[in-house]
């Protein structure tokens, strides 16, 4: 089973910055792309960033510029670095893991992790 821990969530000042991480463990071959989706209170889930194993990434306007997604593929690990927040970006954080393989010839499926709260205050 391919298991997603996030951390680094946590109550932070509006302009101030925070730094979460998601590691992907467990039977894992390849990973086609992580990313970062949230979830405020009374919304839909939606996207933050993502990342392909290439390093080609994807931003949603409402965070371009401020937020910046890496990815570590030996570590099957992603970052977010939110930088200049604001209370309009306070949601619950969740890590997907997109296209996870667990062998060359096994099938794609995604994961996702259990999310972490990211309050901003004003």
């Known amino acids: 089973q391919v298991q997603l821990v996030e951390s680094g969530g946590g109550l932070v000042q509006a302009g101030g910055s925070l730094r979460l991480s998601c590691a992907a463990s467990?039977?894992?071959?390849?990973?086609?792309?992580m990313g970062w989706y949230r979830q405020a209170p009374g919304k839909q889930r939606e996207l933050v960033a993502t990342?392909?194993?290439?390093?080609?990434?994807n931003y949603a306007d409402s965070v371009n510029g401020r937020f910046t997604i890496s990815r570590d593929n030996a570590k099957n690990t992603v970052y977010l670095q939110m930088n200049s927040l604001t209370p309009e970006d306070t949601a619950v954080y969740y890590c997907?893991?997109?296209?996870?393989?667990?062998?060359?010839?096994?099938?794609?499926?995604?994961?996702w992790g259990q999310g972490t709260q990211v309050t901003v205050s004003s």
């Open positions: 997907n893991a997109a296209g996870v393989r667990k062998s060359v010839l096994s099938i794609r499926l995604d994961y």
């Open positions: 467990g039977s894992i071959f390849s990973i086609n792309a």
């Open positions: 990342i392909t194993s290439g390093g080609t990434t």
